[in-house]
């Protein structure tokens, strides 16, 4: 990404997990100045195993709520990054650069607890390992350590 990134937004259907856990990583990552957001088309709440995931790496999304992409204020974010997979993404109409990273749905794993932790950390791992790319210090050009 480029150094004018300024806002970011994680989109996907119901805001309950993975624009959640995106948000969350990309807030302790990005450098000052970049303002990040996540919303969904039909926003529901964040799920306990999003909160539950992010705690084991040390980052706090408990008072995070589900947003609808009408809250959030269009004219300040430049880029977009769709998180759906197998459901119909929403749609996003300011003006922004939009990248798609295709994710399964954790919430919709189903089994007992382990296994849909399991999921979550997964959907975690994945979203770490490319916001960590995105936010390098030579990704970006800002010196960062």
């Not at 990040?36 to 008072?63: K, Q, Y």
């Not at 994945?126 to 010196?143: I, K, M, N, S």
């Amino acid at each position: 990404m480029e150094t004018t990134r300024r806002g970011i937004l994680f989109l996907c259907v119901a805001n309950s997990a993975r624009s959640q856990i995106a948000e969350g990583i990309a807030r302790s990552l990005a450098p000052a100045g970049v303002t990040v957001w996540s919303a969904g088309s039909h926003p529901t709440r964040v799920r306990p195993e999003a909160v539950t995931v992010l705690a084991e790496i040390g980052i706090d999304i408990s008072a995070h709520r589900s947003k609808s992409v009408a809250e959030i204020p269009a004219a300040e974010v430049d880029t977009v990054i769709t998180l759906c997979a197998e459901e119909e993404c929403p749609v996003f109409l300011g003006k922004a650069e939009r990248l798609h990273w295709g994710l399964p749905d954790p919430a919709a794993v189903a089994g007992d607890e382990a296994a849909r932790l399991d999921a979550f950390r997964s959907t975690r791992d994945e979203l770490r390992r490319r916001l960590e790319a995105v936010f390098a210090p030579d990704a970006a050009g800002t010196g960062r350590s």
